[in-house]
Each structure stands twice: as C-alpha cells, then as structure tokens.
C-alpha cells in the first residue's frame, strides 16, 4: 500500500513512520509512505503557501495554488489512482471499521491542514472525504495522519506477527476493551497478580479475560458495550461476575 501525505511537516510524518511494525512494515515493502511539503511547490521568491483569510478574522488559510501543484506532482509520481483524504475537525470519526476500509485501498494521499484551514474551493475540488481523528483543538492534521499511518498497516496483512494479528482480530472482532495485562513479579508490594493467571488453566484463563473485558467495557465504554453484539458465552460471564458481586 502506497500512503502520500501532504503536509508542512514531512519530518514528522517520516519519523513517526519508521518506527515500530509502521517502520518494519515499511522496510518489508508492505506499506511504502511519502511526504510532500507544499512549499517545495509554492511559485515566487517567498514561496508563499499560506494568506490572510478573506472576510478578515485571526489567523491565516492554505492556500490554492501550492496545493494544487503538490497534488500533481504526487499523482505524477505513481499512477496508482489514490483516495484522497483531508484530516480535518469537520471530517467523519475514525473508527475501526473505516481503517479496514482504508487499509483495502491501492493508495491513499493524506491532506493535512495547517493555520486555520484549507481553501475550501481545493477541498471541494480534490477531497474525497474527510476524517477526524476526534473533538479536540490541535495545530495541524499531520498527528491524524499518523494515526491512519499506524491503523491501517496494523491491519495490512503479514504486517503483525501471528499472536499480534489474533489479539488484533479479537479486538476488531468485537469492539471489546482490552483486559488488566500482568508480568513478572507474581507478586509486588503494589498487588499480586491474579490467581488464574498462574494456574496454567487456559480455558480458565480465556474465560477471565474475557469477563474482565466484558466487565470493563460495560463499565467504561457504554457506548461500545451496546452496540456489541453478545454471545450466551458472554451473558453467563457476565451473570456470573454480577452474581458473586450481589451475593
Ligand atoms: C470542535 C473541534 C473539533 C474542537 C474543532 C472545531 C474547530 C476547529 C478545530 C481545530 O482543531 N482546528 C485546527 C485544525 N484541526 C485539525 O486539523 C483537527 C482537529 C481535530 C481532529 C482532527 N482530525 O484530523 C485533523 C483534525 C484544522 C486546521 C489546522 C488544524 C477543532
């Protein structure tokens, strides 16, 4: 898979893509990312690439014309058509479900904005859709960036090892919230760690884990927990640890 991102920071989305299973995956051909800095396109000696906002008001907008020649020249690099995807606080929620989406596609070119936005006539011309990566102020859509980067070769193929892709799978399979993770020592002036976990008992310890998912998501993420579906695996799980809390 091919990842184009068109940014005012390229460093940081090469940095943030060499490491860890993005960097491995990248050494091993499976994703291949590529930063483009719209002023290296901007024309004039002060390569300009952001104005004043037209109907005045604070900060300033990107403008047109550098990212119009940054796009061609990403689209003249590869001929592989792209899905292009402007980072944005108007954009749709990044879910799991939309990374799947995402991580099926020949190639993506990432549009991170900067100041107080894009022109919206680039947008409306060149935008295939717009994601968010949640309610909050940042500074540019570069950290969005990353964290497609991130999700979507987590779910390229071969890109996790066989135990990763299956905690991956379970996650994706349900929506669930991860269960309390122990390591050494079994037991620490802060806890101990929870019988099961030592008895060697796998169905035991399958079992618990799933309860403390099931459990915390409930608690947690109601929002998830509902829209879960439940198997009468779960429910008797879930009986079972509201039971002995009643009792
Ligand atoms: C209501 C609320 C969401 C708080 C809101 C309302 C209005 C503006 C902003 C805001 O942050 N504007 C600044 C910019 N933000 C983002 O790019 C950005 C922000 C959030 C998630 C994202 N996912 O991708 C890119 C994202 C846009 C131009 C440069 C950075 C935020």
Redesign the pocket.
């Known amino acids: 898979m091919r990842i184009d991102v068109i940014t005012l920071f390229p460093d940081f989305i090469a940095q943030s893509a060499g490491l860890g299973v993005v960097g491995r995956a990248a050494e091993r051909g499976l994703v291949e990312v590529q930063g483009w800095n719209p002023r290296d396109y901007a024309a004039g000696n002060y390569r300009r690439v952001d104005d004043r906002p037209f109907g005045g008001g604070p900060g300033m907008v990107m403008l047109i014309e550098p990212l119009l020649a940054t796009l061609a020249a990403v689209k003249a690099a590869d001929p592989t058509p792209a899905r292009v995807i402007?980072?944005?606080?108007?954009?749709a929620p990044?879910t799991q479900a939309k990374v799947r989406e995402l991580a099926g596609q020949p190639r993506l070119v990432l549009l991170?904005?900067?100041?107080?936005?894009?022109d919206e006539r680039f947008l409306s011309a060149n935008v295939d859709e717009?994601?968010?990566?949640?309610?909050?102020?940042?500074?540019?859509?570069e950290?969005?960036?990353a964290?497609i980067i991130d999700a979507v070769t987590r779910v390229q193929d071969g890109a996790l090892g066989d135990a990763l892709s299956a905690v991956q799978d379970s996650f994706e399979g349900d929506g669930m919230l991860d269960c309390p993770h122990y390591s050494q020592p079994a037991s620490h002036v802060l806890g101990e760690v929870p019988e099961v976990l030592r008895s060697g008992n796998h169905a035991a310890i399958a079992a618990w884990r799933r309860q403390q998912s099931l459990l915390r998501t409930r608690a947690r993420r109601p929002d998830l927990f509902d829209e879960a579906a439940l198997s009468k695996a779960d429910r008797k799980l879930l009986q079972q640890a509201d039971g002995s809390k009643n009792r």
């Open positions: 402007y980072l944005s606080p108007q954009g990044l991170c904005g900067r100041y107080e936005g894009i717009e994601i968010s990566i949640g309610d909050y102020i940042l500074s540019g859509g950290l969005g960036a964290v």
